[in-house]
């Protein structure tokens, strides 16, 4: 039996601006949504404060000049149940590396990915005994599944992939991580520490 079948996941990977984020989280209202912090006691918080909490980790890295301090943390397990389903999402920071003068920068550029698993566990029996596989998680849990096509979908309207140069060895070299950008966060980044400390340049700006 290929239990690797249906397995990993699917994901989006973004920078937006932290209006257009609230923006977006509204989509997963409907679903009695809730979000749980990943540390020892499951903190639960608002849409409200999950919100702050991606403002708090984009001003970061946006601000002219570099924060003192540790960045911001920004990692939920989100609950959903739309209509008789019931199923989560993760939502944390991923980060972007990108080359400068032939060696990896010591700084990484910001960025926020959503993912949902293709699989769902189905526990099964026969004379050998006990096994499980995974069954494609848009046949069981379909509803679930549009809707983190919605939420992604409405993403992906608002943004471009991003693309940007980078100075390493071979000159300005350009960078095209899988991830995509709103024109607003696009504006800030082009205007952040980071940029200008490492003299990265936005595409198509």
Known sequence: MDRLKNS???KLKFLITPEE???VLKLLEPAAAQFYQTNFSRTEDTSDQVAEAYRSYYEYFMTAEKREGHRPLFVYAVT???GDEQSGYHIRPEEIFFPRYGQWAEDILPCVMISYPKGFQIDLEDERGKYYIYGDIREHKP???ALFEEFTGAIRKIT???RFSAQDAEAMKEQKPSVRISPGAAQDLSQSWMFSKYGLKLKGK
């Open 80 to 82: 959903v149940q739309p």
């Open 8 to 10: 990993g996941f699917y």
């Open 21 to 23: 984020f609230q923006s």
């Open 160 to 162: 471009k992939p991003l």
């Open 143 to 145: 509803i679930t599944y």
